[in-house]
Nanobody
Framework: QVQLVESGGGLVQAGGSLRLSCAASGRALSTYAGAWFRQAPGKEREFVAAKRWNDGGAYFVDYADSVQGRFTISRDVSSNTVYLQMDNLKPDDTAVYYC??????????????????WGQGTQVTVSS
């Protein structure tokens, strides 16, 4: 079993930056995928970014069009942590952000049902 613990959310002005962290603990996984989703009030959970890696390193990265060029997903192997660096934030980025993970190969990386493990969520609020 894998546990995911998020941190780093908060309040920021438009144009500012935040970095979210997602620390994984529990079973070590050599083939793994990490992702970030977000959910705004009254809306469905939507895909933000995903990254896949194996013993050879990262081999797949994907971003939603709305964050492409502004957000960066990365992973620190030593701490088993996945990050989401968010730059040039906009009020439309306001949402609860969730990290997700899976050891399954295949599936649609943009769908929540492709992931088995979820963090508790962290609030990001961007003021105009």
């Amino acid at each position: 079993q894998v546990q995911l613990v998020e941190s780093g959310g908060g309040l920021v002005q438009a144009g500012g930056s935040l970095r979210l962290s997602c620390a994984a603990s529990g079973r070590a996984l050599s083939t793994y995928a990490g992702a970030w989703f977000r959910q705004a009030p009254g809306k469905e959970r939507e895909f933000v970014a995903a990254k896949r890696w194996n013993d050879g390193g990262a081999y797949f990265v994907d971003y939603a069009d709305s964050v492409q060029g502004r957000f960066t997903i990365s992973r620190d192997v030593s701490s088993n942590t996945v990050y989401l660096q968010m730059d040039n934030l906009k009020p439309d980025d306001t949402a609860v952000y969730y990290c997700a993970g899976t050891a399954r190969i295949g599936g649609n990386n943009r769908r929540p049902d492709a992931y088995d493990y979820w963090g508790q969520g962290t609030q990001v609020t961007v003021s105009s």
